[in-house]
């Protein structure tokens, strides 16, 4: 029998490392070309990765939960073929169907994967993970100390539910205190990189020790560059978004939206692709070539919305957003939050981004300073939407009222072209109208 070891490819992002999330198979099994065998973790998303051989599952070489670095091996497959088995053609990027998440990049057959996969109480899922539940039900799982076998699951085909994960641990009472840095912190820290210091022994009915990997790691590292490298500067105010909630409400009554998600995020939308069409400097990106740093514009809107889901912070984005009417917008935007929240975000969603929104007022959040996405001159937030007393006309009335803010790279863009964007978003946040010419 001829062993064939299988090492962790590059998933074509430029990426050196990643996390095993979950085999899909253990040792003794049979795979043929393109079986799923394990599904990963980078820094940007969710991978399966296909088997490019066939025959008998040998050893597992990387256990559930630890980062490999791309190009060690990872498990053996036998085959008793004696010439063994060839891998497949690289193909490319295929894209994620409904049933699963991102397939990898690079290799593979790119059709329709077999069967195992769309079998998930098969003995692999059962032998190497003992529940059914999706990678980002797990995640949720690991960070509140959940074992998912002591878990009832609900779910239609017998799965474990995120609402499964969180009732039993408030049962169980297993929610700790994890202070976590707020959104947008910088925190400086020297660590010997030849002799790390021993870690102070941890009292696990106090604290908790999470290792920075995966998405959290990669975000750590873009927000820490980002804020040393391009000079900030934050501006904000405050804007009576009255008729921007009466359209709102008028969007969601209209039957050309009934299947669509509507709300004040979709005209925060429309309102920055508008204004960066009057300020295109705010829409480029400072760039370091060998012949010296340039201003790139780009004409052309890639609109990142940030999102917060189970894996951390991801910034997806909307291709080619300045050409979408508000349904089509609309439907983007939904779709972009839908995919986020199940964590099936593909690598080459959150690449290619030229500026950046981000909704701090779904958290209650008024205002804020945001740091800027890597490659993008700007961030713009949308606040709360609070009724307070607002002067018109010489009256006070109640109105809805929101913060605008948002932080600029100085290099790129000055302070006029600054000012003047985020007043023409708060122009158009009261006075949607503005839209129309």
């Known amino acids: 029998m001829t062993e ?17 999330v979950q085999w899909r198979v253990a040792p003794g099994d049979e795979v043929a070309v393109n079986d799923v065998l394990v599904e990963i973790e980078t820094a940007k998303s969710l991978v399966e990765l296909p088997s490019p051989y066939s025959g008998t599952v040998g050893e597992l070489l990387a256990s559930e939960g630890s980062t490999v670095e791309v190009g060690a091996p990872i498990i053996t497959i036998g085959s008793t073929d004696a010439g063994g088995p060839a891998p497949a053609e690289p193909v490319s990027v295929p894209e994620p169907d409904d049933a699963g998440g991102a397939v990898l990049v690079g290799y593979g057959t790119g059709g329709a994967v077999s069967s195992r996969r769309r079998k998930p109480a098969e003995r692999p899922v059962k032998a190497s993970v003992g529940v059914v539940a999706k990678p980002p039900i797990r995640k949720l799982a690991r960070d509140l100390g959940v074992d998912l076998s002591a878990v009832t699951p609900s779910g239609p085909a017998g799965e474990v539910t995120r609402d499964d994960v969180v009732k039993h641990a408030e049962q169980a009472s297993v929610f700790r205190n994890i202070e976590t840095p707020e959104w947008g912190t910088v925190r400086e820290e020297t660590i010997p990189v030849a002799a790390p210091a021993a870690p102070a ?8 020790s999470i290792p920075v990997r995966g998405v959290r790691k990669a975000t750590a590292n873009a927000m820490t560059s980002s804020a040393y490298s391009a ?7 405050d804007v009576d978004a009255s008729r921007t909630m009466e359209l709102v409400k008028r ?18 939308a429309r309102a920055v692709i508008w204004a960066l069409r009057r300020t295109p400097m705010i829409n480029a990106a400072w760039v370091d070539t060998e012949d010296g740093a340039q201003i790139r514009v780009r004409h052309y809107v890639n609109l990142g919305i940030a999102a917060a889901t189970p894996r951390g912070l991801l910034v997806p984005n909307i291709k080619d957003a300045q050409a979408m009417n508000t349904r089509e917008l609309a439907k983007a935007l939904e779709n972009l939050t839908l995919t986020a929240r199940d964590g099936k975000t593909s690598p ?4 290619g981004g030229t500026f950046t929104i981000t909704n701090i007022g779904v958290f209650g959040v008024d205002a804020g300073t945001p740091i800027i996405n890597p490659g993008e001159a700007g961030i713009i937030a949308l606040g709360a939407i609070r009724q307070k007393p607002w002067v018109v006309d010489g009256e006070v009335r109640p109105r809805w009222v929101t913060t605008v803010s948002g932080s600029f790279d100085h290099r790129v863009v000055d302070g006029d072209g600054i000012s003047r964007f985020i007043a023409d978003v708060a122009s158009v946040l009261e006075e949607p109208a503005l839209l129309l010419d």
């Not at 009934?258 to 709300?263: E, F, L, N, R, T």
């Not at 080459?348 to 690449?351: I, T, Y």
């Open 201 to 208: 022994p941890v009292d696990d009915a106090r604290e908790e």
């Open 348 to 351: 080459a969603d959150q690449v």
């Open 251 to 268: 969007l969601k009554a209209s039957p050309d939206f009934a299947d669509v998600k509507i709300s004040p995020l979709l005209i925060m």
């Open 231 to 237: 000079p900030h500067v934050s501006v904000w105010v």
């Open 4 to 20: 064939q070891t299988f090492v962790l490819p590059d998933v074509g992002e430029g990426l050196t490392e990643a996390e095993i």
